[in-house]
């Protein structure tokens, strides 16, 4: 069973720059990968995707800012999130999945101030 955790979460000002990590506790390879976020009161939605070959997609609100990529030798998913706002403020999800399975992180929150 792979088990994922994620980390580099923190407080950063408006403007500012993080990057996230996900490691898995097995090998990524051939399977797709993605972040996700939940803000307080509202539903978890789609960050950035990533299939096994390369292939990415972001929400509307990231395009531009957030840019997703992997290693499957060190069996990782990255999150590098530039040009941060409040509204980016969230607990972060990392999930890799399968056609028939997916497996969530435990979240890393992230908060943005003005």
């Known amino acids: 069973q792979v088990q994922l955790v994620e980390s580099g979460g923190g407080l950063v000002q408006a403007g500012g720059s993080l990057r996230l990590s996900c490691t898995a506790s097995g090998s990524i390879f051939s399977i797709d990968a993605g972040w996700y976020r939940q803000a307080p009161g509202k539903q978890r939605e789609s960050v950035a995707t990533?299939?096994?070959?390369?292939?990415?997609n972001y929400a509307d609100s990231v395009k531009g800012r957030f840019t997703i990529s992997r290693d499957n030798h060190k069996n990782t998913v990255t999150l590098q999130m530039n040009s941060l706002r409040p509204e980016d403020t969230a607990v972060y999800y990392c999930?890799?999945?399968?056609?028939?399975?997916?497996?969530w992180g435990r979240g890393t929150q992230v908060t943005v101030s003005s």
């Open positions: 999930r890799v999945y399968g056609p028939y399975w997916g497996v």
């Open positions: 990533i299939t096994s070959g390369g292939s990415t």
